[in-house]
């Protein structure tokens, strides 16, 4: 018995180092050539003053006219506002942290349908065919997308408030959008953090 | 909509081509047979089985291959609790993060440990860098290897060979299927934008001037043994539907395919092993059909959205729920039906807020257990449902049942029931306790019926080694904790224990020549009798379960309600 144990560690004490050392290593290490860098990190955004502005594969939150909207999120996409940003305080540990998260309510689960009635209610108020990726929160609370058509419907009021063609903010939205892999797989989305970045940086004319 | 069933119908094209080519490679290792990584993997093994002293690569009885599982198993627990406990002092803890309370790293230990992964906890809030890649990385190769091992001792056992040595097979799982295949997966999913990075979390400005916090890590490396593993615990709180983990549709294609792969090619393995890929074959489409069943009808579900929600549109909207845009509806479906039915239990988007014909098809799969099923016991629990079949069907036509040319005696039936019995009993019976006390031990977040699938859910998640859940339940109490851990320990050991005796029990049989009068088991209808005696002895044990939960769930909302 006490030679089957020792043997059992031996092995375990082997695999350990096989599977929880070397081959994370391995990975780390590959992460770390230049080609594969940007993903590593987390395809961090720079902006063109080299400031960090965002992950591309990461949502953010938009309530401003000017920007197209994200979904909704039940964590604000993992952001906080600058005055309750304290990230030393202990009960704090999302701000250190970061998170993830969803509702998880049941379709049958009333409280569903008391948070998607006002939001329908808020998305036709300003111009905006209430669609499922609006009305409902994502899984991650990071989608980063939004479809096609929802981009569509902020068109005229992004277009409006930045005296933009729609006709450009139509092009971006292509530009910024991610098809189905070889056509078939997923669906379509339109990355909005990208989007928006691209809108900051068309030049002011005029 | 008919765009959504092409995606469905091109995954589980690609799987099916797979299936021959992995399930025979799977096969050429354990009956030691040449293989193309040979000339790399062989001096390694032989370095590895030198370090751990393996020199008699001496077969095993059951009860040697038992113990071999049990007392390297309760190392790694130990080993694996220690360092969670010392967390709070341990490098790479980057968000100075304290230990985990001792009965949440006791459940987290106990469930990687069974290759179960259930989650009563957020990785980014709980567990540092170190804990995730030297403890849980660590078990989800082990556990892994350990049901691979267990389902190939199966088969040895039950086509007259001799078990084989545990570590054996245990160290040749990880270095000539599970290691090589997540090397090549990982590098994949960080080229496709996963990240792998000892880097801290992110804090960025938003473009609306509030302050952004992501959360990173080395992900590549443990997403892809999550996902082939069938291990199915995320890096992130919300597993797969974060675009860390699962950045795009192709990262989903692969990550759904490393899902099913190996419990699917398991089938074929066995028919090399017994020498009748036909029978491999039939099994394979039986089980594919009740899974693109189950598919079908959960994908529609989702498609035609929350009729509650659908009134308020004036429209059919897709549910949306706790899903990521850019899986839709149909990406899924697929990966809810594929994730509990493979018992990988990874989602990439929520179950709690699927629509009831989702709900329904995986509770079912987690009660049924051979939907494909875990890493190597899943095939296992599919042939223990045929030796059943054989001698139910022996009862039918008065005479000695036999499979393989092997009589099925009393004792054969005992261990077999064993393991039929084991899952309800440690389901339904601490889910009837739990649910006794709703507001003391529940801890249910969504009302009325779907509160009941909740907790039930929880335990078939944990007995099934499935660990995926109906999230919203506030699962990290000392009660959870515990009890989850019981079922959880129950439902692996138990009918791995079984198993093995069965096997070793079908081996030392004399084989009894075939005759005209055999009952053939490769026939179709045999097959379909097999099918019939799934479905009626595995699903009617739960149907009032179901009845209660999904259905009662789905005629509620139907009623608009």
Request: glycine residues 10%.
């Amino acid at each position: 018995m006490i030679r089957e144990s020792l043997r059992a560690i031996r092995v375990t004490l082997v695999l350990w180092i096989l599977t929880a050392i070397l081959y994370p290593a391995v990975m780390l290490i590959v992460g770390l050539l230049p080609p594969l860098q940007y993903q590593a990190n987390g395809s961090i955004i720079n902006n063109s003053q080299g400031q960090v502005v965002g992950s591309a594969l990461i949502g953010q939150p938009f309530t401003e006219e000017r920007y197209f909207w994200s979904r909704s999120s039940t964590t604000n996409y993992s952001s906080f506002t600058k005055q309750e940003f304290e990230p030393t305080k202990p009960e704090n540990i999302t701000q250190r942290t970061g998170t993830s998260g969803a509702s998880n309510l049941a379709p049958s689960n009333p409280d569903l349908i008391k948070r998607i009635e006002p939001e329908i209610n808020r998305l036709k108020q300003a111009g905006i065919p209430p669609a499922g990726d609006l009305i409902y929160t994502s899984g991650s609370s990071l989608d980063p997308h939004i479809s096609v058509e929802s981009a569509k419907a902020q068109i005229a009021r992004v277009a409006k408030v930045r005296s933009l063609n729609p006709n450009q903010v139509e092009i971006l939205i292509t530009k910024n959008t991610d098809g189905r892999f070889l056509g078939i797989f997923g669906e379509p989305g339109v990355n909005v953090l990208k989007l928006n970045i691209a809108l900051d940086n068309i030049p002011v004319s005029r | 909509m008919w765009q959504g069933f092409l995606q469905i119908a091109l995954t589980l094209i690609i799987v099916i081509i797979i299936t021959p080519f992995l399930g025979s490679y799977i096969a050429r290792v354990f009956l030691g047979k040449k293989t193309f990584l040979d000339p790399i993997i062989t001096p390694a093994e032989q370095f590895i089985y030198n370090l751990s002293g393996i020199r008699h690569k001496e077969d095993m009885t059951g009860w040697q291959y038992t113990r071999a599982i049990l007392y390297s198993n309760l190392f790694m627990g130990i080993f694996v609790y220690l360092i969670l406990m010392l967390q709070g002092v341990l490098p790479l803890n980057i968000t100075n993060l304290s230990a985990p309370s001792w009965d949440l790293a006791l459940h987290t230990t106990i469930s990687f440990l069974t290759n179960t992964d259930q989650q009563h906890y957020s990785g980014e809030t709980t567990l540092s860098y170190l804990s995730q890649t030297v403890c849980l990385g660590f078990l989800m190769f082990t556990s892994a290897a350990t049901g691979l091992a267990v389902g190939i001792a199966f088969i040895r056992g039950l086509t007259g060979r001799t078990l084989g040595n545990f570590f054996v097979d245990l160290i040749k799982s990880i270095t000539r299927i599970l290691l090589p295949i997540s090397l090549v997966g990982a590098l994949l999913l960080l080229i496709l934008g996963v990240p792998d990075t000892l880097a801290g979390p992110a804090t960025t400005t938003t473009l609306e001037g509030n302050i952004q916090v992501i959360a990173r890590g080395p992900v590549a490396s443990f997403e892809f043994i999550k996902q082939l593993g069938e291990n199915g615990g995320g890096f992130f709180g919300i597993n797969s539907a974060h675009p860390f983990e699962n950045p795009n549709p192709l990262t989903n294609l692969i990550e759904t395919i490393a899902m099913i792969s190996i419990p699917a090619a398991l089938i074929y393995t066995y028919g090399i092993f017994a020498n009748n890929t036909k029978q491999a074959w039939l099994l394979f489409w039986m089980v594919f059909a009740i899974f693109i069943l189950l598919v079908g009808i959960s994908a529609i579900g989702e498609y035609q959205g929350n009729p509650l929600v659908n009134t308020l549109l004036g429209g059919q909207q897709p549910n949306l729920e706790g899903k990521e845009v850019r899986f839709g509806w149909v990406e899924t479906a697929l990966w809810a039906i594929v994730t509990t039915g493979t018992m990988c239990g990874a989602v990439n988007g929520m179950h709690d807020s699927l629509m009831p014909p989702g709900g329904f098809s995986t509770l079912f799969n987690l009660f049924l257990q051979i939907i494909w099923g875990g890493q190597g016991t899943g095939t296992a629990y599919l042939f223990v449902f045929l030796i059943l079949s054989v001698f139910v069907t022996g009862l039918m036509v008065g005479r000695t049942p036999e499979f393989l040319g092997r009589k099925i005696e009393k004792r054969e039936i005992v261990l077999a029931s064993v393991i039929l019995l084991i899952h309800p009993i440690l389901v339904l019976i601490p889910s009837a306790i739990t649910l006794a006390f709703p507001d003391a031990l529940a801890g249910i977040s969504n009302p009325g019926f779907h509160g009941i699938s909740q907790v039930v859910y929880e335990y078939a998640s944990a007995t099934a080694n499935n660990g995926s859940g109906f999230e919203g339940l506030g699962d990290n109490t000392l009660w959870w904790n515990l009890s989850a851990s019981v079922s959880l320990l129950g439902g692996r050991y138990i009918p791995i224990i079984a198993l093995l005796l069965l096997a070793d029990n079908m081996k030392n049989k004399q084989p009894v020549p075939e005759t005209t009068g055999t009952l053939r088991t490769d026939t179709v209808l045999f097959t379909s009798v097999t099918a019939g005696v799934i479905l009626i002895l595995g699903v009617l044990t739960f149907f009032p379960i179901l009845a209660l939960g999904p259905i009662a769930e789905g005629f509620q909302l139907a009623k608009g309600i």
